[in-house]
């Protein structure tokens, strides 16, 4: 332990450098080391719409998910805004970007760029990353994909402003 630090501060820099390993993966496609920092049990919320990946477990699912994205997105890149921790968990607001190229769960190509935040939430427990879920923008990222925009012509200024709002 460092002079003047608590373990408790240890805990949370070590649960920040946990989350970051898995940002690093997804933004370098590199899932060689993906055991070394999800267990076993690891569960995605984000993955149990989908009756196939809600079924995967462990380091399994996370590789699937990177794979899944990356052929999805090019330039797919995580950029971290901030990151807090606590005991167990890692909270991080990310910058989400990239070029939708490729299969997106079963929504074909559509060759947009797209810039959203999201908020990414990791539960860990003995030094690896045991369940994950997201808070997601996810109507700016399907406006800026174009597969959603204004019910009527009145709101489409709106939906325009909302589609780049944030970056």
């Not at 590199?30 to 477990?57: C, M, T, W």
């Amino acid at each position: 332990m460092k002079h003047g630090m608590s373990s408790l501060e240890e805990i949370e820099k070590q649960n920040i450098r946990i989350a970051r390993r898995v940002f690093e993966a997804f933004n370098t496609g590199d899932v060689s080391k993906v055991s070394e920092f999800i267990g076993p049990e690891y569960f995605n919320h984000e993955s149990q719409a989908d009756p196939r990946r809600g079924k995967l477990r462990g380091p399994d699912e996370v590789i699937d998910t990177i794979k899944n994205l990356r052929g999805a997105f090019a330039d797919l890149y995580y950029e971290e805004k901030e990151t807090v921790a606590s005991r167990d968990k890692a909270v991080s607001i990310m910058q989400v970007s990239g070029k939708h190229v490729g299969n997106f769960f079963g929504i074909a190509p559509t060759g947009r760029s797209f810039s959203y935040q999201a908020v990414h939430i990791h539960r860990i427990a003995n030094g690896k990353v045991v369940e994950h879920r997201s808070i997601r923008d996810d109507l700016r990222f399907m406006m800026q994909l174009g597969l959603v925009g204004p019910g009527s012509p009145q709101y489409a200024p709106l939906f325009e402003v909302w589609k780049g709002a944030i970056r």
